[in-house]
């Protein structure tokens, strides 16, 4: 057997990987075998072929059965049987082509398991650089709520409105300034009607008194009587006691 590429360990480090125990020293020793660095859980996988490849290269190493009782003790009788160090060679690459398909999908697998550790992280500070606005957005919402609120009250009221003037539509609204001059025509009527009811020297009076007030200045009201505003029957006719026809 050829020595290139061997190593030498001590014995209790090789008892300790056929013990099954763990530490710097056994993960030193399956790293080697592997020709890879392990994880702790590739170690796992990788212990019971290293301790297969060492039964074959060291029979010797079959005969050292369990590590009952004392540990130490245990050691101390194997290293004075087998001695204190051994030279070992790597496992071979046909043995390791089995175990190296594992190997290679947990490296994937933690690979992943690294890149959604990041994932998370990084998920986990932009969570953290946003709660300050969460409170914000909180407020917004509510106000969002309030306001649509105010919106669908509006639309209640402006739909009453339209039930309201709903009687109304197709009526023409009547023109202000008609109005104006139907209120002046019907003052006008009124004033003719008192003058013709007030006697001569009553409605003359009248007349003044309302031109000198400035009252119905704004009316067209229609020229005045000169006749005096007498009768025609006036002093003739058969009205008087003696029935001469001057009213007396």
């Known amino acids: 057997m050829s020595d ?41 996988a990788v212990a019971p072929m290293a301790k297969g490849w060492l ?20 050691v101390k009788k194997e290293c004075g049987r087998l001695g204190d160090n051994v030279s070992l060679q790597p496992i071979s690459a046909a043995e390791l082509a089995g175990i190296s398909v594992v190997l290679d999908k947990i490296a994937a697998l933690k690979a992943n398991v690294a ?15 946003l709660t300050p606005f969460k409170g914000q957005a909180a407020d917004l919402e509510k106000k969002l709520g309030q306001s649509e609120q105010k919106v669908q009250s509006l639309n209640g009221d402006v739909a009453n409105l339209k039930k309201e003037l709903a009687p109304f539509n197709g009526k023409v609204a009547i023109d202000e300034k008609e109005i104006e001059s139907s209120v002046k025509d019907i003052v006008s009527r009124a004033v003719k009607d008192a003058l013709k009811a007030l006697p001569v020297a009553a409605a003359g009076a009248a007349g003044a008194a309302a031109a000198e007030g400035g009252a119905m200045a704004d009316f067209d009201a229609p020229a005045e009587d000169t006749s005096g505003g007498v009768p025609d029957t006036f002093g003739f006719g058969a009205s008087g006691a003696s029935d001469d026809g001057f009213g007396f």
């Open 4 to 44: 290139e590429g061997r190593r030498v360990f001590k014995m209790e480090t090789v008892l300790g990987l056929v013990a099954g125990k763990a530490g710097a020293d056994v993960s030193d020793l399956l790293g080697y075998l592997a020709q890879r660095a392990l994880a702790t859980e590739e170690e796992a």
């Open 115 to 129: 890149d959604l550790e990041g994932t998370i992280a990084g998920l986990q500070a932009q969570v953290k650089e």
């Open 55 to 74: 039964y074959s290269q060291n029979p010797a190493f079959m005969q050292c059965g369990e590590a009952e009782g004392n540990y130490d003790d245990w």
